[in-house]
């Protein structure tokens, strides 16, 4: 078994992979890192678990185009890529408010049953 050390949002982290994988793993690692790095110069520092959770969303939004056959529009492609990455930003916070909401939901649910024992 491979390990190979990758960075994101000037992190690193020691990942273990098949071998032979390891420049499949770097070139995945810099995706992320685009991800993180668009997301933070937009919005500023924003914590580990919160910022995981928009390169998530943004990943799973881009996956979801591509799965319709809707390619997701490129810097190159789109003719305001400030407007373009402002509002796919708004469309991600919207959806991780969404979730977070949920996850709070359940949360509470949780700590509810625990404190009625």
């Known amino acids: 078994m491979a390990q190979v050390t990758i960075t994101i949002n000037s992190r690193e982290y020691a990942v273990a992979c098949e071998d032979g994988q390891e420049v499949r793993i770097l070139q995945l690692a810099r995706m992320l890192d685009e991800k993180a790095k668009l997301l933070?110069?937009?919005?500023?520092?924003?914590?580990?678990?919160?910022?995981?959770?928009?390169?998530?969303?943004?990943?799973?939004?881009?996956?979801?185009?591509?799965?319709?056959?809707?390619?997701?529009?490129?810097?190159v492609q789109s003719p305001s890529p400030a407007?373009?990455?402002?509002?796919?930003?708004?469309?991600?916070?919207k959806l991780t408010a969404e979730a977070l909401d949920k996850i709070t939901k359940q949360i509470n649910f949780v700590a509810n049953q625990i404190e009625s024992l």
């Open 40 to 75: 933070t110069e937009a919005s500023g520092q924003v914590n580990e678990n919160m910022l995981l959770a928009m390169v998530g969303l943004l990943l799973a939004d881009e996956l979801s185009e591509l799965r319709k056959g809707n390619p997701a529009p490129t810097a």
């Open 83 to 93: 407007a373009f990455d402002k509002q796919r930003l708004l469309e991600t916070d």
